[in-house]
């Protein structure tokens, strides 16, 4: 979207708030507040949501006329050249997707393809020149583009790619070939139908010798739609969801395209013929060049988020109306969200919902911090690039468990198409496992927490970060900035009257978030430093606990982001819910991990056992704003389209 | 099926195994081993798949046509009434359901419709007479019906439905009316195109007097198809799965039928007009009424996991073929289940996989026990309620989170609909909400557990259990006959050298599930007799804790059916991976739990640490085995129907 607003105002404390649940809204929506109500008034509703029944020609064309009528409001117009992007056109580019997000899936990851991913590769990883020419067709939509990284072959494991990009100096072209049947672009949208270029990432090779990983632009379609020579176009066909976007196939049979299509802002090959680089280390060209993609990645998370409220809206607005069974002491028939294990399906979900926006508030500003600044350390990039991939693996896990939570606990009307839920469930399935597998980002993650970033990694194999682990990590360190000293603070005043805390100190919770991350971090160190690197079984063993490492770091990351937001809202009775919530989040994490604490020695077994019945107290106790709670998720009644809750 | 057979030959051990994978399909299939291999053998392999971009209107089409050929086939041809059959039939019903599973499961859940529920209903709530009038064309499809049974205003409250059968005895015939917009009855399969008639649940009425839920059969649609006068037809639409199944609603305006349409077995309106029933008790004879339709519930679980097994032969296939990243010490690209995270999500979910077919087994022994027994004591109905209950929970619940484990494995390919998993997922998601929502039925459970049935209960709102348990129950007993012998003396030698336990002594698995199941139901039982009854808070602060003792409970009687299907077999390799995979079933349950066992005090932190690097150990030494493993749950190479699974 392109709306002019203020940066200052759109940063300040939430005070015109008219009812409990517009001044969650405005807690959550943080500094960002302005600028998401711009995007929710802007919001087209009419034609939302697909019909579920569309068959998938059908869905593919509505998709495609649907992100038409959002460029046409304004949405996806944000993509601009990192160099010279301004924070506000930072922070835009990330709340048009959000906002797409309340509508139909495929649209969104439709605009994802074309405005972040393929205007993405564009406005990341080329040069001006290349921006003048491409953007602003990519942008509008006369240029549809794929972005064609992903192989048969080769999907986590991007540096394995089989594509060729070889430099002819005769012809000062590039000839892109697809050598094996391995080395198909599958599963790219846009492929199918509509696309008619493609940002293909394959090795880079001039005069003989290989650079790496590189992205180059290559037509695969003429304007009658047909393959141009060389290019075999495939159709990936029916998918689990997503059925308005056309996933298909690429083969490039020594295709050649002009020089100056090399997307070449960190590797080009010069009218000489000679490949030159601002980066000498071709390691460390690869991470930046991918690292330069991560608004990809923080979209995913975001929108799994906005999915996960968007069940969560309809299953509680579902829990309120439904009644179902009598019972003595009542004269009604009881409301499902009257029942506790009701309560237990729905509550704690609400709770991490809102820790995981106010942590992706914390992204949102890093991702400003880092690509706004041109100066930015390493180190926060490989910060910023941790903690997307940290909170696209916990938003999109945690958009599968919810939403189908949400389907089961509507019961049979939850499984009928016209009640959303099953839409929903179809079409965040597959955030698990794109834009990064969340298995793989996990040990992304850990990678990041086990070094300093000193050392080039080795690969992103899942073991690199052994080498350099064993060599640089002496003891797991928490570390915090900014607003991190509140909960250092916290954590400090608790541990001086441990014998006090209750379940409801802030500190303790951090303490203990802190404690099992520290643990699990030095407890993994000490098994690298240990083990045999050659050996694949040896790392291989430690696989599970790198992946936990993960989950507990960003949990811990996640819990601070909290009690941050929290502070920054004025002491009113928002405050005191959303300390509740708060409270509710870390618990249910405890809960989760009790087994562990009491194996360390940091629970005791009456402790634990207490727990469970302070989680249902709490679930009771939020009940009673279910209905505030889920408008400070922000999904417009007029929204939700779940014909279960007409009338 | 109708297929002859010898009864001794199917109940002999198995000897004839070519392969260690046929061994174990043998020793999984246990006594029903024969009439399983039959009925695989006989399943009809053409055209057992959907091509899932197949419209809704065509996929119903398609579903009756290929449960036509299962018709053909012999399937489904074993549905007889209750008193007269032969345990041979009652097997080879419950058989059949599970072999229909291996292909569609929109096929499957029509047949379960169609035989399962509605000749079923047939069956077992009708007459002599009624059964030789209707049920051989049920049988046949010449007489498509429905079940209707759910309300939009009450599923899982079936006491409570508002539809009412009042007799007038003027005409002497039953007059069905919906009386309010709620009482529309839903979700009925076959009704939205394909049903003539429905067997339809409601309120009976005579001369004045309410005798509450009977079944009657009433035509709905006339042979053209078109609804019949008073009766207002519609349909559910689209569908989160299950896209052949045409689930429709049906609302009665005062709709009349002769009184010999009423499902009379249990209750009926003789010639002079006044109500009779075998069952003087109007609670009791409910819930007998219920009772009767247990085979519903035990195909459902069946199914489910029939579905599960199906989507894990297709990932660990894929698992064993697709290799990603490299390692210095290996030569080349790793395949999937070499990578511990990848054991972790797969090799678990295998075992458990085992577990509950041993259970489902003696689920099926049980049926057959009961309803091939006139004479059964009303303990053993309630036994088999509860049994058909607890799997139905555990196996679809199962297969929920199972299939999304492997769509997850397999990535993108996961999600393209060829390859079958995201269709598995759709289908079986509302396996879990259906033939008894998963949260009420845990209730169920832990009612059976919790009584020992000497009195009728007030009603299924899921706190009836409270007045009965806060009378009857002293203290928690785990009961086992027959081969639970077997366990009872593993647990007592363990108790004796409690100090001695390794993680693979299978008499410690089974102390600590007794334990965990003692202590959950002791202290519910202590927490219901301290409670106010008439208090739905007080009561509803209990849910969470019974919902709890439900799957304890399950979890137990699970483990104890994998021990004596193992002690079935003879000692060889087969005998050995069985061995290692109840461990590994037995030990998850334990991690899972961990907290709770600490809390405890039924294990250390030390031990409960060293816990989970046993599993660990145990996926790695079972992934040797993984392609027999995978052989071993009954799934055909050719049946998978994956097309990342070809050349």
Same mark, same amino acid.
């Given at each position: 979207m392109t709306i002019t607003h203020d940066t200052e105002a759109a940063q =300040?404390?939430?005070?015109? =708030?008219?009812s409990l649940g517009e001044a969650l809204l405005e807690a959550l929506d943080g500094p960002y507040h302005a600028v998401r109500s711009a995007g929710r008034a802007a919001f087209p509703t009419e034609g939302m949501l697909r019909d579920p029944a569309m068959g998938m020609a059908e869905a593919r064309e509505w998709t495609l006329h649907r992100l038409g009528t959002l460029v046409e409001a304004g949405f996806g117009q944000s993509i601009v050249p990192s160099a010279t992007a301004t924070p506000e056109q930072l922070i835009q580019s990330l709340i048009d997707f959000e906002v797409v997000s309340y509508g139909d899936l495929s649209v969104a990851i439709k605009s994802g393809v074309q405005h972040g991913l393929f205007g993405g590769a564009i406005a990341s990883l080329g040069s001006p020149a290349q921006h003048d020419r491409f953007l602003a067709d990519a942008l509008s939509l006369r240029l549809l583009g794929c972005f064609a990284m992903t192989e048969v072959g080769h999907g986590s494991d991007v540096q394995s790619l089989e594509t060729t990009i070889t430099y002819d100096r005769l012809t000062a072209e590039f000839v892109i070939d697809s050598p094996t049947p391995a080395a198909t672009k599958t599963y790219l949208g846009n492929a199918a139908a509509h696309g008619r270029m493609a940002a293909v990432f394959g090795q880079l090779i001039v005069a003989g010798q290989r650079h790496g990983i590189h992205c180059i632009l290559v037509p695969i379609r003429d304007d009658e739609g047909r393959a141009l020579p060389g290019v075999t176009l495939g159709d990936n066909g029916h998918k689990g969801g997503l059925l308005g976007v056309d996933n298909g196939t690429i083969t490039f049979d020594q295709v050649r395209v002009a020089r100056d299509l090399l997307l070449d802002r960190f590797g080009r090959v010069n009218p000489e013929g000679s490949y030159e680089s601002p980066i000498d280390n071709a390691n460390r060209r690869f991470f930046t060049m991918l690292g330069a993609l991560v608004r990809g990645r923080i979209c995913i998370g975001a929108g799994a988020a906005i999915a996960s409220r968007r069940a969560l809206a309809i299953a509680v607005t579902y829990a309120e109306k439904r009644r179902q069974f009598r019972h003595p002491g009542r004269k009604t028939e009881i409301p499902l969200l009257d029942y506790q294990a009701h309560q237990r399906k729905l509550l704690p979900a609400i709770a991490k919902a809102y820790a995981l926006g106010f942590a992706q508030n914390d992204l949102i500003s890093a991702f400003v911090d880092v690509v706004g600044n041109p100066e930015h350390e390493p180190r926060a990039q490989r910060e910023l690039e941790s903690l997307a991939a940290g909170l696209k693996v916990l938003n999109t896990r945690f958009a599968n468990d919810t939403v189908q939570v949400c389907r089961e606990a509507c019961g049979g009307a939850g499984y009928m198409s016209e009640n959303q839920l099953t839409q929903l469930r179809a079409d965040t399935d597959v955030f698990a496992t794109f834009e990064g597998d969340n298995t793989v980002l996990s040990q992304l993650v850990t990678k990041g927490i086990l070094t300093n970033y000193r050392e080039v990694w080795g690969g992103l194999d899942g073991f690199g970060l052994v080498q350099a682990s064993a060599r640089l990590v002496t003891s797991a360190v928490i570390e915090r900035t900014g607003a991190g000293v509140l909960v250092e603070r916290l954590v400090a005043r608790t541990k001086r009257r441990a014998g006090e805390a209750t379940f409801f100190d802030r500190g303790w919770h951090a303490w203990m978030f802190e404690e099992r991350e520290r643990h699990v971090v030095d407890g993994l160190a000490r098994r690298f430093r240990a083990a045999d690197k050659d050996s694949f079984e040896a790392m291989n063993r430690l696989q599970g606990h790198v992946v936990f490492a993960a989950r507990v770091h960003m949990d811990r990351v996640v819990l601070d982001s909290f009690i941050e937001g929290i502070e920054a809202c004025p002491a009113s009775e928002v405050k005191d819910v959303l300390e509740r919530l708060c409270t509710l989040y870390a618990l249910i994490s405890l809960e989760q991990d009790s087994g562990w604490f009491q194996e360390h020695q940091r629970l005791s077994a009456s402790r634990a056992r207490a727990l469970r019945g302070q989680v249902d107290v709490l679930c009771l106790e939020l009940r009673g704003h279910a209905g505030d709670l889920v408008q400070g998720l922000g999904i417009k009644r007029e929204w939700l389209g779940a014909a279960m809750l007409d009338d």
């Open positions: =300040a404390i939430p005070t015109h =708030a008219e």
